[in-house]
C-alpha cells in the first residue's frame, strides 16, 4: 500500500476509471492488465488448458480486490480525521491511495497506517474462522488454483500483503508505523530521517539478496522503497 500527496508514483493518463467505492474514485492503471495478461499467458503455457487461465486471472483479479479493500480501510480510517482520499489507483506494485493531507498528530498516522494491514488480518481471521472449517465441501475443494486450494492460496496471499506492508521501511505502512512511534518521542522531522534510514537500509539489504539469488523482484522492490523513502524525506 502506498497513500501519499504526490502524483509522481503514477501517471493518471493510463489509468482508468472502474468505478467509485465508499466515495472514493478507484482507477485500474494499464500495467495491471499487462500484468494480468502475462499470468494468463503463463498458465496457458504450463499445461495448454483454458481452465488454468481463468483460475489464475481469476486469483489475480480477486488478490487485488483485496488490495483495494486494503486501501479502503487507510481511506476509511483517514475520513474519521477529517482527511479525503481523492482516488486509488490499482498497479502491479500494489494500491495507491492519493489524499488531500497526510495526519497532522502521530496518533493519528499510527491508526490509518494500522488500518490497511488490519483489513487483511481481518479477512484471513475471517477465512480460517469460517470458511476453512467447511472447506470439505465439493464446492470449495473443486476451487483449487496452481495445484492448491483456491481460497486458501488466497488467504495467505492476503495474510502476506498485511504482513510485508508493515516492514518498516517507507513508502509502506511500516515506514508510516516506526515515524508515528518516532514522532511521539522525538518530534516528525528527527522522526522521518529515522524511519527513512531505517527503510534504505533495509532497501539495501533486500538488493544485497536479490542479487545474490538473482531475484530481479527483489532487485525491484529495493529500488521502489530506496526511492519511496527519499521522496517521503522530500
Known sequence: AVWTLSERFTDMKWSWRVG??????????????????????????????????VEAVFFVASFF??????????????????????????????????MDSLPEKPY?????????????????????GTVSPISELALLNNLSWGGGHFLHKLAWANLAMGVFNLVPAFPMDGGRVLRALLAMRWGPNRATQTAVDVGQALAFAFGAVGLYAMNPIWVFIALFVFVGADQELE
Not at 498516522?109 to 475471517?126: C, D, Q, S, T, Y
Open 20 to 53: 467509485r467505492v465508499a466515495g472514493v474514485t478507484v482507477y485500474l492503471h494499464a500495467t495491471l492488465l499487462i500484468l494480468i495478461a502475462w499470468v494468463g499467458y503463463e498458465y496457458y503455457a504450463w499445461r495448454h488448458q483454458a481452465g488454468d487461465v
Open 65 to 98: 480486490a483485496i488490495v483495494l479493500l486494503h486501501e479502503l480501510g487507510h481511506a476509511v480510517a483517514a475520513r474519521r480525521y477529517g482527511i479525503r482520499t481523492r482516488d486509488i489507483t490499482l498497479m502491479p506494485i500494489g494500491g495507491l491511495a492519493r
Open 108 to 128: 493519528q498516522e499510527l491508526i490509518v497506517a494500522l488500518a490497511g494491514p488490519a483489513v487483511n488480518f481481518l479477512l484471513a481471521a475471517l477465512y480460517w
